[in-house]
């Protein structure tokens, strides 16, 4: 399970500088996917590993985003942890077959983080000088964060499983699994 965790966090670190790049590049002002959203359902739903270890690779993630976004440390560490463990307990309920399951659950992932982000901020507003009214805003902006995440949700998914297989820690799926 080691090798498996550094190739997500190693994923999860590029392709939070990747899309912060491109972002960049092609100026978009509106809110970029969470990569690492698809990535931690990805996680939970994967059969390999035992939840202490996911977990630890869920909170590293989530440091690298509050290093990436500039927020206060340990904000989207709890938020990436909260939204892994409802979708590990979903993952012992369900099955992702197809790729709108798996954009849906990624959909799902991302509005569990963005909704732990935001009731943490709100709760340490008046100490962090943050206006609420701001928190409201970006709030009701939010639904381009979860638009974007459920676009790319796919091909983050197969981009993974394509790492993971290039570097022989996952099996190939089988022709009746599908991509």
């Not at 972002?23 to 996680?43: C, D, E, K, R, Y």
């Not at 869920?58 to 904000?75: C, F, I, K, N, R």
């Not at 983080?113 to 409201?136: F, N």
């Not at 790319?152 to 499983?161: F, I, Q, R, Y």
């Amino acid at each position: 399970m080691l090798f498996r965790a550094l190739a997500y966090i190693a994923l999860g670190w590029l392709l939070m500088a990747a899309v912060a790049g491109l972002g960049h590049v092609f100026a978009l002002s509106v809110m970029l996917p969470s990569t690492t959203a698809v990535l931690l359902v990805h996680l939970a739903f994967a059969q390999e590993g035992e939840l202490p270890a996911k977990l630890a690779v869920v909170t590293v993630l989530g440091y690298l985003e509050d290093l990436h976004q500039g927020a206060p440390m340990g904000t989207l560490i709890l938020a990436h942890q909260l939204a892994f463990l409802a979708l590990h307990w979903g993952a012992g309920r369900l099955a992702l077959h197809g790729w709108l399951s798996r954009a849906a659950a990624a959909l799902a992932a991302v509005g569990l983080i963005d909704i732990a982000t935001w009731g943490t901020l709100m709760v340490l507003a008046d100490s962090m000088r943050i206006p609420r009214e701001a928190l409201l805003d970006g709030l009701w902006q939010a639904r381009w964060h979860l638009t974007a995440t459920f676009l790319v949700a796919h091909p983050v998914w197969l981009l993974t499983d394509r790492v993971l297989e290039r570097l022989r820690l996952q099996p190939k799926p089988s022709p009746q699994e599908g991509a």
